[in-house]
């Protein structure tokens, strides 16, 4: 849209050209500090590094990055900082009268440490809390911005919920790229089949999708699961699954549309994230999506038409919504027509960007009016 001045990054300069080409972004408005990025990387291969190792170099890389972005900031009209990044580039914008907009991807940053510690806790799972430090430098960065950028209601709420001022919260939703994703076949007859697209882990509440798939009477299903698998949680699915749950690993874009088209519903019971980009996706390849309000399902359709929206942390939930699903053909159709509908209104990325411009013009006027 010709507004961009720069992107600043950790990614290594490798993947920089990649994305510079898929994104056809001019490679010299990327700007890369891989150096924090890359200690965690490599130490994460090492034999005696862990999560509370991990959590100090965190904040360490954080402050790195943030001030590196700061010391070489441009004249600009609005800088956006992804959240737990932004606050040194921030300040130095707006001593110049640029906006700041802050932009978090997933909920509130207490709400998330809190929910997810609950969670790990109820399986009898070690994690290691969010660095305290990397909590309060967010919370700065909320002080801070002039406008917050969220993806979904679910997101804004926790941010509500944790009292921040409503006047400074903006709902932006994700977009689709409707170029990737559309129908490229149907699915079997033979067989329900369910897929679960993204990183399966406590975060994405996977326990209560394989109790509740385990419960789901049916002479012929499928659970396909499509991406990585944490390893801290890989005896506790040894113990729910069996050979009805089929884990595919990792695949390309074109792929999951593939696992999408080929599904009878998209299932996503996540406990916190922000804006699942796959449910967008799946609506483009007319897959039906049963997903909980956490993963801003509620921003994106609504319940009983192109999907359905289950109660977090309730396998009895899950398991209703499978049975109906699977008993409802009509149902599920009508929803695949809805499906594919709602997501010609949702609209590509244009529609995000034209959006985040109108924030950065709105943030750019209260940020002049604040220095007056």
């Known amino acids: 849209m010709g507004h961009l001045e720069r992107i600043f990054t950790s990614l290594p300069w490798w993947k920089a050209e990649k994305e510079s080409r898929e994104q056809n972004i001019p490679r010299e408005r990327i700007s890369c500090n891989f150096l924090g990025q890359g200690i965690r990387h490599v130490g994460n291969k090492l034999p005696f590094y862990n999560d509370k190792i991990d959590s100090k170099l965190s904040v360490l890389q954080t402050k790195l990055f943030s001030k590196w972005v700061a010391n070489i900031l441009p004249q600009c009209d609005a800088y956006i900082g992804i959240s737990g990044s932004g606050l040194h580039a921030g300040r130095v914008a707006k001593s110049r009268g640029a906006a700041y907009i802050m932009d978090r991807g997933s909920s509130h940053i207490r709400y998330a440490n809190a ?32 406008l917050i950028t969220v993806p979904s209601h679910f997101v804004e709420k926790t941010f509500l919920d944790q009292g921040v001022n409503p006047l400074k919260m903006r ?28 990183q399966f882990s406590l975060r994405k509440g996977v326990p209560y999708l394989l109790e509740a798939f385990r419960a789901f009477k049916h002479p012929n299903k499928q659970l396909i699961v499509v991406g990585s698998v944490d390893e801290k949680i890989s005896s506790l699915i040894k113990a729910l699954v069996d050979n ?47 997903a909980t309000p956490n993963t801003g399902s509620e921003t994106l359709f609504k319940h009983e038409r192109e999907g359905l929206i289950v109660e977090a942390q309730n396998s009895k939930a899950l ?24 997501a010609k209104e949702i609209g590509g990325w ?3 960007a034209e959006e985040i411009v109108k924030v950065c013009r709105e943030a750019n006027k209260v940020s002049l009016m604040e220095l007056i």
């Open 171 to 198: 709902v932006v939703p994700y977009g689709i790229s409707l170029e990737e994703f559309y129908p490229v076949d149907n699915p079997p007859t033979d067989c329900f089949r369910l897929v679960f697209v993204g």
């Open 319 to 342: 398991t209703a919504a499978f049975t109906r699903l699977a008993d409802e053909p009509n149902l599920r159709n009508r929803m695949s027509i809805a499906c594919l509908e709602r």
């Open 244 to 290: 009805t749950v089929h884990f595919i690993g990792i695949v390309t874009r074109a792929e999951v549309k593939k696992y999408l088209s080929t599904a009878h519903a998209l299932v996503l019971p996540s406990i916190e994230e922000g804006l699942a980009l796959v449910q967008a996706q799946a609506m483009a390849c007319g897959c039906p999506i049963i």
């Open 115 to 146: 929910i997810l510690q609950e969670e790990y806790l109820r399986w009898k799972i070690l994690r290691f809390p969010i660095n305290p430090w990397l909590i309060e430098n967010e919370e700065s960065e909320i002080e801070e911005a002039n």
């Open 350 to 352: 244009k529609v995000y």
